[in-house]
Structures are given as C-alpha cells and as structure tokens.
C-alpha cells in the first residue's frame, strides 16, 4: 500500500471513528432513547451509517437495545467514562458550545447571564465584531428590569416574588434614558414573555436594539440562567424570523443537556 | 468480503478510540502522547490520530494548553444521561434532601446494577466537614457497607453465581479474608438489618448503610449516611434514616414496573463494568 493509500484508508477510518462519538454524544440528554431515522435526521447521516455507528457502539457496550429491540439506550459500560479526578462540568462550561453555536447563527453579540439577588450578572458571551452592539462584560451586574435576560428571570418567577421585587426596586430607572419603568408596563412584558417561552425585546431610542433572552431549565424546571442575543434592530429584525427555528432548537438541545443537572443554588445536593 | 475488512478496521480504529479514552478516565493527572503509548503499547501515531479524534468530538480537551489532556464535558454528561435513566435518581431527590437535612450528614442512594452498586443520588450534609461523593461511583457488591448491605441480602444462590462472577472477572478484587470470612460478615449483617464501616478519620464512630428492598424483599438499593453517625458497637439507627428507608420501599411498591433498573433485561452475569476499584472514605469490608 502506497502513502498516499494509507492516508485515505486513515482518514476514512477516523471520519467513522468520529461519526461513532457523534451518534453517542446524542445520547447525552434527558431523552429516553433514539431509533436509527431518528439519529439520522438529527445528525445529517444515512441511515446505513447511523447503523453502522450503533452496531459499534453496541458492540463495544456504550449503548444496549430497548427491550423491544427497535430503539437504542445508553449501556452500562458508560460508568467506565468517568474520572474522579476531574470535576463535572458547570453551568458555563455546559453553555459555552451553545453561546458560541448562538453567536455563529446570528453573527449578533450573545451573554449568558445568571440571577445574583436582585441583578443578572454576566458569566459568558461573544461580542460581535460588527459596528453597534451590546456590551457583554463577565462579571458585571444589571437590575432584573432593564434587559431582557433579567426580565426573563422575572418572568418565569412566582407573581408574589414579582410584586416584592418591584416594591424593593421602585422607581425602576431604566439605563441611558433616565425614564421611569411603570410596574404596569414590567408586568405587561412579563405575561408576554410567559406567553411566548422566551423574551422579544425592542429597547427604542437613536439605535433601536432587538434583544431575544431563552430561558435555560434546570433538571426541576428552575431557571439555571438565560441566553440571549440581541442587535441593531434594523440588522437583526431583517433575519431573525427565519433564525428563530435554529434558535429555537439550538436552546432546545442545549436544554435537554442542562436538564440533566440541578441548578447550583441546590447547594446540599450532589452535582 | 471487502466490505467485511472494511468494516472490522473501522471497528479497530473505534476501539484504540475508546481504549485510550478509557485510559485518560482510569489516570489520575492528565495525560500526553507518549504516556498514553507507553502505557497501551499502541504506536505514538495511533494514539495521537486517537486523541484528536476524542478532542474534536468533545470528548476530552487539553490541559490548561499543554499538550495533555483530561476527560472533557460529553463523557460526564453521558454518565448524568444514565442516571437520570433510574427512576430511582428522580424520585429520591426529596428523601434525600430530607434526610441530610434531618442528620446533618452526607447520604448517598446506591442502586443495584447486577453485580455492582451504583451511586445515583445523594445530599450533602449541613456541616462545614463533609465527604465529597460524587455520582456514578460503581462498586462490586462485597466492596463497602453500601454495597455489601444489598449482597448480604441476596439468595444464597445468587451469592453463589456472584462469588463465581469476581473470580472470574476480578479474581484481584476478592475479599483479602477470603470468602467464608465474607460470609459470615454477610450474615451479621442481615441480622442487623444494617451495615456498618468504621471511619478512620472519626475514631469509634461508623457510617451506617440500610437496604432498600422491593415489593418481592430483593434489595435494589442502599441508602449510606456518610458521616460519623453511629458510635461503634451501637445497634440503634437513627429513626430519620428508616423512615426514609420505609417510604423509599413504600413509593417502590406502589409502581413496581417504574423502579425497576434499565438494565433489568440484561442477566447479572452481562453486566460487565470496568472501573477502578474505590479510592474513597469507604475502602472495603462489611463491619
């Protein structure tokens, strides 16, 4: 066999080996189990190589068939993939491949943001590039009222919790503009945000900014944090209805992974 | 016939993939190249074109930017994915929660999976000094109190077909006393109802575990108090800990067909799991 042979035999073998780990890093969710049409919708591949992955995997004991044979489970032997010494992932490093799948989509700044008391605080994001855009600083704090992501943390908390945070909070001056918040108008927004499963925000003035927040869900339906993403209005309302599909299950997968922990104010339970 | 070769070296660069994943799990720092070969006798080529196969899919990323490498996010969430398979992980969430908040201690819920006890659920105690158990451990069943306290109340038949599968598969995993000292370690146990571990950093204090049995009396699980919770040579449990046994057997026999383990269908004898034998507090015996 001449190199450049072995150089194609080599490179056909790790494109399998690599089609292998992708069809078992599906299973890594919340999900019940997957049967081959399934997977291969979900990963782009024919069926003959879904098939071919899963015989693997099988094989090597990371996934066992269903006992009615047709679907497949994680197996057993994924209790050998483990390493005391290495710690669980966290909330940001569970987000990170999702800011940045979110970022590629829209080509618009992302943040994650989780809830500290009273304020959203920023532990992740991208900034784009492109000419206006939000500030995405890891570490500082904004009230719940005046973004989306904060809003969104709002919303999906009880109405008693809601009504004390205003009266805490009021007046809610809102950023830049030194205009009043009304409790009415949070509370309007909020119903809207509960309705849709996630915040549309437009935020008007010179440079009108469109803001979209989603919720991410712990394995309780807690709130972990919130990612959102968010532009000059003019730039991203041209292409976010057409995004909002991708977007909408680029968060749904990364839901079904942070589904799988309790958020961190569970302190007491092992993570 | 090709197309049969074909396939068996694609299963061959699969398994050096996983062999050498395998190994980073089994390591204690992270690991380079050469150290990977060495220690699998597997050409620096195969393992390099194995580790950045493993790195581009997430499954283990480099080291602080050295060229080592540590398990990666995909390999615990695919753990996290397997338990949340037990329903026995969801619904003994509150008990848990409860009883650590009760005692004070870290408890732990081990399920059985054939021949071995699995960690799937546990809380941390309120005090400032606690044992950091982590989910997924996996032990044979003669290997600490919470294991051993599901094999003390096995048939002697299956204790029997269980004796058979450690010698042949972990035959340097056996009991140091042998399995006759075993035994009758087992049936101190039974008589109990409980197990008990002595803590070396705890003097004259134990951590405790019960069995979790059934609507038929087969064990399926253990709860395990971490703490020092039981002067050594006491016989009394804490009455939190047995109410939190008894509604675990309770919410078990009402939806027997629920709590039965996903791997239900596979023969003990099938489930083959190999992890490293514990490092943890708990270093073996049943007391």
């Known amino acids: 066999m001449n190199s450049a042979t ?4 080599d490179r056909r073998q790790n494109k399998a080996t690599a089609r292998i780990l992708a069809v078992l890093s599906v299973f890594a969710s919340d999900a019940a189990g997957y049967g081959v049409t399934e997977l291969s919708n979900q990963l782009g591949m024919t069926k003959n190589m879904v098939y071919r992955a899963l015989t693997t995997l099988v094989d090597q004991g990371y996934l066992v068939r269903d006992p009615t044979g047709q679907r497949y489970q994680l197996g057993f032997r994924v209790l050998e993939l483990q390493n005391e010494n290495t710690s669980e992932p966290d909330f940001r490093e569970l ?53 989306a992501s904060g809003r969104v943390m709002l919303a999906f908390s009880s109405d008693e919790e809601i009504d004390e945070y205003i009266l ?5 001056t809102l950023p830049a503009s030194d205009r009043e918040l009304a409790p009415g108008a949070l509370w309007t927004q909020l119903h809207e945000i509960r309705q849709l499963g996630y915040a549309r925000m437009l935020r008007p003035g010179a440079l009108p900014m469109l803001a979209i927040a989603f919720p991410i ?35 749904d997968e990364l839901c079904h992974r942070t589904q799988l922990y309790a958020a961190d104010t569970q302190q007491w339970e092992m993570l | 016939m090709q197309a049969r070769s074909a396939r068996a070296v694609i299963n061959s660069s699969a398994s050096h993939v996983f062999d ?30 194995a580790l950045i196969t493993l790195e581009e899919a997430d499954y283990i990323r480099r080291y602080r930017n050295t060229p080592r490498f540590e398990l990666a996010p995909t390999p615990h969430l695919l753990n996290r994915a397997l338990f949340s398979r037990f329903e026995l992980h969801h619904a003994s969430r509150p008990l848990m929660r409860s009883l650590a908040q009760a005692t004070g201690e870290t ?49 002697e038949a299956d204790l029997a077909s269980y004796r058979r599968f ?12 042998g399995w006759d000292a075993q035994a009758q370690d087992l049936r ?19 951590a405790v575990a019960i069995p979790i049995r059934n609507e038929s009396g087969h064990p399926v699980a253990s709860i395990m108090l971490d703490g020092p919770v039981l002067r050594s040579g006491e016989a009394e449990l804490d009455p939190c800990a047995l109410q939190a046994r008894d509604d675990l057997e309770v919410m078990i026999a009402l939806d027997p067909a629920a709590f039965l383990s996903p791997f239900a269908h596979i023969p003990a004898d099938g489930l083959l799991i190999r992890t490293p034998s514990t490092s943890d507090t708990e270093t073996g015996g049943s007391g």
Request: charged share 25%; glycine share 8%; proline share 7%.
């Open chain 2, 107 to 155: 408890v732990s819920l081990w399920a059985r999976l054939g021949w071995f006890a699995l960690r799937i659920g546990g809380a941390f105690g309120s005090r400032d000094v606690y044992h950091r158990a982590r989910l997924g451990e996996t032990r044979l069943l003669h290997e600490g109190a919470a294991a051993s306290v599901i094999l003390a109340e096995l048939s």
């Open chain 2, 166 to 177: 450690v010698d042949k598969h972990f035959p340097e995993r056996r009991p140091d006393a």
């Open chain 1, 217 to 251: 869900w712990d394995m309780d339906r807690r709130l972990h944090g919130v990612l959102s993403t968010g532009g000059p209005n003019e730039r991203l309302a041209v292409e976010i209805d057409h995004l909002m599909p991708k977007l909408l299950a680029t968060i």
């Open chain 2, 188 to 206: 101190l146990v039974r008589t109990r109802g409980f197990a008990t571990i002595p803590l070396p950093m705890a003097p004259g204090f134990d």
């Open chain 1, 168 to 172: 805490r909070n009021s007046p809610m």
């Open chain 1, 6 to 9: 072995e150089e194609t035999g």
């Open chain 1, 95 to 147: 987000c990170s491949p999702y800011v940045d799948k979110v970022f590629q989509l829209t080509g618009e700044s992302v943040s994650l943001m989780v809830r500290a008391g009273d304020y959203a605080v920023f532990i992740d994001g991208v900034e784009t590039r492109r000419p206006g855009t939000y500030r995405t600083q890891i570490g500082a704090l904004r009230p719940l009222y005046a973004n």
């Open chain 2, 20 to 49: 050498v994943l395998r190994f980073i799990c089994t390591w204690p720092v992270p690991l380079g190249v050469t150290e990977i070969s060495r220690q699998l006798k597997l050409p620096a080529s195969t393992v390099y074109r």
